[in-house]
């Protein structure tokens, strides 16, 4: 019997060759009807014999293209209304409706062979791609995703691309980047003399002579996907220094990029789970263990045992790499250091003339700024460090759903705002340090991008506690502004680490949330970071804090971790401090300065960081006094562990006690004293370390041992920053599962400050259910 039916699919279902799939299917099958994208999803009616038909909706879900992700479909069936043949239709724009759009995709297969096939008509042209890889995020104005709503649209396609794009069976079918030589956008290489531009080359021969340039030790601008990479050869000491020099960034490390695995195998150690993701359609920066013959230029990673290395991901990064002479290229984001990438042509060729000797650009617009992902592997599992390209815009599914639309800002250190759908929580790219205009700018471009890409008009708005985070005041300006009743709903930090890993792992009920960080602003107007919290999405209890320290000269005491030092030690031994071996090697007026500050609580901020712990350790050990960017001290602390005895079983003794309020502290005062004792004795740095890693761990063990025995939870969430230590969290994790604990850690959404976007909106969606949507933290 004939039957007709409607089907409504949806998901990461346009940009994908969807379309063209479901024509194939329906030919193969026989069946009458048509298909169309819409702002909602892909649309398809049919009509057919009533087993075929349903055998064609049962082989929509297993048969999907590879890039295709499918949230739902459903089927409605009618009686039929005598179609005769299958066509695709017009795209259908419906009012409130929205479609998940596909993030940015690395070059397919089929593609990469095109790129290299001297006889065929797209042979080394930087810009090929498919319904199967390319950009997308990047280069999308609107929905739905059609050519008139990309960056693209100013590029007429020749006959030739304008028959695949509209050839069914082609797989370029309605690929909305799609071009070639003929139409398409071009290379460019060009100098920028003090302003003045000159076109050195263009097409094929800008990219030889860029080679060419990136051989001789030159630096490169090169435009990307989502924006502007600086380039130079990492073999190449002289140019990787010059390169630190001119982007004023000291010792943070550049990220690598090789042309296959077995490449990057030459330098690092790559594990099964760590080539799957090097290889995956995202292409991170995957973070590697360096091998101890690495020939990468130390200057690369200094201090580090662990370089951060991506495989290319456009046709243009292919065309680099070629025989021995550039093996592996640095490619570090095209900003100076604390600013937002660059991703327009005039911008870069301003904010990088002082940096990038040469630059590579093309005309095909960067709608969307978006900074490459950074990954690594945990116990065999991905864990993101940085969640952006080829990861972004695809939501994170929550359940239950958020009753309202809501708008979290995140906080003020590598950004991300977050904004929620039904079931969905759009995490936004990395926007990164909310301490200048230009990235603030970038902040707000992207809500207001993400809103219109996925039809979201907030009805609650939440941010952090910090008065002074430009990401609170633009929450509170948002507010106050709105003609709405748009209500805003302020979330504490740690809750919000907590709450973050809670999402990712469906967890909806009372647990135990140890959240280390550098920074948190406190219920109390302390600066927390050593947090042992009772919490659910409603709320939370402060069952356990490291005792408050004061920093001497509030910021300067994260940028010079040696203050911390001194306030620990004059704790501890007063002046006489001046008589440890730490003392022995610092200036003593600077020392007795900070006494002072400390004597009269003059700009000593108090802080329960277990962030500055990690700094006031590492620079006792020598290791690191002052910092060139946000956790140096720390990070170098763990590589150090990691050296000769990178293991230990032994700790250091500490103390804790309860407080009035029932609450427990944690002194690590004897940690301090048994660090000098073990410097004194000559104990090597790595040692040393290894055995504050392991004390932090057994510390961690007893007070949610405690805290379990209180209260008869069991599942501990780890969050916050300093939960990126990998040797922390291998220590914690395994004294954890042997005390019979349920462990969660972050593997969707970064732990550091990231993810904190993901919890705020959880938060809020929970506390803006009642009437009076506030959180009273009072308590705390």
Request: charged letters at 25%; glycine letters at 8%; aromatic letters at 8%.
């Amino acid at each position: 019997m004939i039957i007709g039916a409607k089907i409504i699919v949806k998901g990461v279902v346009q940009g994908v060759g969807f379309r063209p799939f479901i024509h194939r299917l329906a030919v193969a099958h026989n069946l009458a009807g048509w298909v169309l994208n819409s702002s909602g999803g892909v649309v398809i009616e049919v009509e057919g014999e009533g087993e075929t038909v349903e055998r064609f909706y049962a082989q929509i879900t297993c048969l999907a293209p590879p890039l295709a992700s499918i949230e739902t479909a459903c089927i409605d069936f009618h009686s039929p209304r005598n179609l005769d043949s299958f066509r695709v239709k017009s795209s259908l724009n419906e009012n409130g409706e929205f479609v998940l759009v596909p993030p940015d995709i690395s070059i397919c297969e089929e593609c990469f062979k095109e790129l290299f096939d001297s006889h065929n008509r797209r042979y080394q042209y930087p810009f090929l791609n498919c319904t199967n890889c390319g950009p997308r995020f990047s280069i999308i104005k609107g929905i739905p995703y059609d050519r008139a709503g990309t960056t693209m649209k100013k590029f007429e396609m020749c006959s030739l691309c304008a028959k695949e794009y509209q050839d069914i069976t082609h797989r370029r079918y309605h690929a909305e980047p799609n071009a070639c030589p003929d139409c398409g956008p071009e290379v460019q290489l060009v100098k920028n003399e003090k302003g003045k531009i000159e076109n050195l080359s263009q097409g094929r021969g800008a990219v030889e002579k860029s080679i060419k340039l990136l051989q001789k030790g030159s630096i490169l601008a090169i435009k990307g996907i989502g924006g502007y990479h600086l380039a130079c050869d990492a073999r190449n000491n002289l140019a990787v220094r010059e390169l630190r020099k001119r982007k004023y960034r000291e010792d943070k490390p550049f990220a690598l990029m090789a042309p296959t695995v077995e490449t990057v195998k030459e330098f690092c150690e790559v594990e099964e789970e760590e080539e799957r993701l090097l290889l995956s359609p995202g292409r991170p920066i995957v973070l590697l263990k360096k091998k101890e013959d690495c020939t990468v230029a130390e200057d690369v990673a200094p201090g580090h045992r662990y370089l951060g290395v991506m495989l290319p991901y456009t046709p243009l990064h292919y065309l680099f790499f070629g025989g021995e002479a550039l093996k592996i290229l640095v490619m570090t984001s095209g900003n100076i250091s604390d600013e937002p990438i660059a991703y327009q042509d005039d911008e870069a060729l301003s904010r990088l003339e002082n940096i990038a000797d040469y630059f590579l650009m093309h005309k095909r617009d960067i709608h969307m700024r978006c900074d490459d992902s950074v990954t690594r592997v945990w116990k065999g599992k991905e864990m993101l460090l940085r969640r952006s390209r080829g990861y972004v815009p695809y939501p994170l599914k929550v359940s239950p759903p958020f009753r309202k639309e809501i708008l979290a800002c995140g906080g003020e250190l590598k950004n991300t705002f977050c904004l929620t759908k039904g079931n969905y929580a759009f995490l936004s790219h990395h926007v990164g340090d909310l301490e200048n205009m230009e990235t603030f700018t970038s902040f707000q471009e992207g809500i207001e991008h993400f809103k219109r890409l996925f039809r979201i008009e907030p009805e609650l708005i939440a941010c952090d506690l910090h008065p002074e985070y430009l990401s609170t005041k633009y929450a509170r300006e948002l507010t106050e502004l709105s003609a709405s009743d748009l209500k805003l709903i302020q979330v504490q930090h740690h809750h919000a680490h907590v709450a973050g890993c809670m999402a990712e792992n469906a967890i909806d009920e009372k647990v135990i949330g140890v959240a280390f960080d550098g920074t948190g602003y406190g219920c109390d107007g302390a600066i927390w970071g050593g947090e042992f919290l009772l919490a659910d999405l409603s709320g939370f209890r402060r069952r356990a804090h490291f005792r408050y320290v004061p920093m001497p000269g509030g910021e300067m005491a994260i940028r010079e971790p040696w203050r911390m030092v001194v306030s620990y030690l004059y704790q501890i031994y007063g002046n006489d401090f001046l008589k440890t071996e730490f003392g022995g090697r610092k200036n003593k007026d600077e020392c007795q300065n900070l006494v002072k500050m400390l004597r009269q609580s003059l700009n000593c901020p108090l802080t329960s960081s277990v962030g500055r712990l990690f700094d006031t350790v590492s620079s006792l050990l020598g290791i690191r006094d002052k910092v060139n960017y946000e956790g140096q001290a720390a990070v170098e602390l763990e590589m150090v562990a990691r050296g000769e005895r990178g293991v230990s079983d032994e700790a250091y003794g500490y103390e804790i006690r309860k407080k009035e309020n029932k609450t427990l502290l944690i002194d690590p005062g004897l940690i301090i004293i048994g660090i000098i004792d073990d410097l004194k004795r000559g104990l090597p740095a790595s040692l040393i370390s290894a055995k504050f890693h392991y004390t932090l761990a057994c510390i961690i063990g007893e007070v949610c041992s405690a805290i379990r025995r209180e209260s008869g939870l069991n599942k501990v969430i780890l969050s916050g920053g300093v939960f990126q230590n990998v040797l922390l969290l291998e220590n914690v994790f395994r004294l954890l599962k042997t005390e019979g604990f349920k462990v969660y850690t972050h593997h969707k959404v970064p732990p550091n400050d990231g993810g904190i976007s993901l919890g705020q909106a959880v938060i809020a969606d929970r506390v803006g259910r009642h009437k009076n949507a506030v959180l009273d933290y009072a308590r705390q």
